[in-house]
T-cell receptor, first 112, second 115 residues
Framework: DAKTTQPPSMDCAEGRAANLPCNHS???????VYWYRQIHSQGPQYIIH???NNETNEMASLIITEDRKSSTLILPHATLRDTAVYYC?????????????FGKGTKLSVKP | EAQVTQNPRYLITVTGKKLTVTCSQN?????MSWYRQDPGLGLRQIYY???????DKGDVPEGYKVSRKEKRNFPLILESPSPNQTSLYFC??????????????FGPGTRLTVT
């Protein structure tokens, strides 16, 4: 599985877009990029995933560079409830384990 | 409501006293797993199960047992808990197949303290 690199922390003003970067320069062609978040000691929550096309759902947008070496998770209008640790994971789907390897993630602090 | 439930949510116990943390999901998911989360170490998988009666070790299985006799339940058993098993535990379930197999649903967590 490709290793991902994220900044340890970021701040964002309430109501503004939060852009969380992730580097995955060793990603292979069949590895998806997944984003999860964890709000203080709660269970991680799935946000979005993608392979090479940009993706959008009700929670966020995922922008993947053309070379797939990096991606950005965008929360369009951050609220205080979006304060959490955000994890970027690159993983081949399918297979026998389904083990998501969570790194240290980015601690996003949304400030009023 | 689709959910993963865990019980108990908080538990303080003593070394050597057997305990079970229950996990149940109502989404008919084939795949279930247990993680533990410790400061500085992130989430690490303990055991997983691909279906009823099919279980396997994750990254940190020592000191733990699991069983999967029914699809919805996946209990975590600590036969003889030790202080180094003090941690925050999460159960997760996933539907099988396709890219959605990594849309894991996590339970609320069980905070275990072993003294």
């Amino acid at each position: 599985d490709a290793k991902t690199t994220q900044p340890p922390s970021m701040d964002c003003a309430e109501g503004r877009a939060a852009n969380l970067p992730c580097n995955h320069s060793t990603i292979s062609g069949n590895e998806y990029v997944y984003w999860y978040r964890q709000i203080h000691s709660q269970g991680p929550q799935y946000i979005i995933h993608g392979l090479k096309n940009n993706e959008t759902n009700e929670m966020a947008s995922l922008i993947i560079t053309e070379d797939r070496k990096s991606s950005t998770l965008i929360l369009p209008h951050a609220t205080l409830r979006d304060t959490a640790v955000y994890y970027c994971i690159a993983r081949t789907w399918g297979g026998s384990q389904g083990n998501l390897i969570f790194g240290k993630g980015t601690k996003l602090s949304v400030k009023p | 409501e689709a959910q993963v439930t865990q019980n108990p949510r908080y538990l303080i116990t003593v070394t050597g006293k057997k305990l079970t943390v229950t996990c149940s999901q109502n989404m008919n998911h084939e795949y279930m797993s247990w993680y533990r989360q410790d400061p500085g170490l992130g989430l690490r998988q303990i055991y997983y199960s691909m279906n009823v009666e099919v279980t396997d070790k994750g990254d940190v299985p020592e000191g733990y047992k699991v069983s999967r006799k029914e699809k919805r339940n996946f209990p975590l058993i600590l036969e003889s808990p030790s202080p180094n098993q003090t941690s925050l535990y999460f159960c997760a379930s996933t539907p099988r197949g396709g890219a959605s197999s990594y849309e894991q649903y996590f339970g609320p967590g069980t905070r275990l303290t072993v003294t």
